[in-house]
């Protein structure tokens, strides 16, 4: 379905090391911190996405279609839905009302 990783490599400078275990000290650990807070070019908000609706040839919108079709079986006439996956068009990129935090923000917002 939707993506919800990151894209673009290099994007994102959270992705250092520190993250790890036992590797490094601390004060390595609070050095990378603050070289993160001085070099963040990338906000950790998102603000557009990628809509999973589709456009059929009548302009209609939604997220899936279907056909009615009546089938013939035994002298009894039955209808069916057929699903439609021709010609559907995506809608492409929506703005969203309320900014979301980024999947790959790597930090702790509530610990509990």
Same mark, same amino acid.
């Given at each position: 379905?939707?993506?919800? %990783?990151?894209? @673009?490599?290099?994007?994102? $400078? =959270?992705? %250092? *090391? %520190?993250?790890? %275990?036992d590797?490094?000290?601390?004060?390595?650990?609070? !050095?990378? @911190?603050?070289?993160l807070?001085?070099?963040?070019?990338?906000t $950790? =908000?998102?603000?557009?996405? #990628?809509? *999973?609706?589709?456009?059929?040839?009548?302009?209609?919108?939604? &997220?899936? =279609?279907?056909?009615?079709?009546? @089938?013939?079986?035994?002298?009894?006439k039955? *209808?069916?839905?057929?699903?439609?996956?021709?010609?559907?068009?995506p !809608?492409g990129?929506?703005k969203?009302? &309320? $900014? #979301?935090? &980024?999947?790959? =923000? $790597?930090?702790?917002?509530?610990?509990?």
């Open positions: 379905m939707g993506g919800s %990783g990151s894209k @673009v490599k290099g994007a994102w $400078p =959270f992705t %250092g *090391s %520190g993250a790890g %275990g590797s490094g000290s601390e004060g390595q650990e609070e !050095q990378s @911190v603050a070289q807070k001085g070099t963040r070019k990338a $950790p =908000f998102v603000f557009t996405r #990628r809509s *999973s609706l589709y456009y059929d040839e009548d302009g209609d919108l939604a &997220h899936e =279609f279907y056909e009615e079709t009546v @089938v013939t079986k035994n002298g009894r039955r *209808s069916k839905l057929k699903r439609i996956q021709k010609n559907l068009i !809608q990129i929506v969203l009302n &309320h $900014p #979301r935090i &980024h999947v790959d =923000f $790597p930090v702790i917002l509530c610990e509990v």
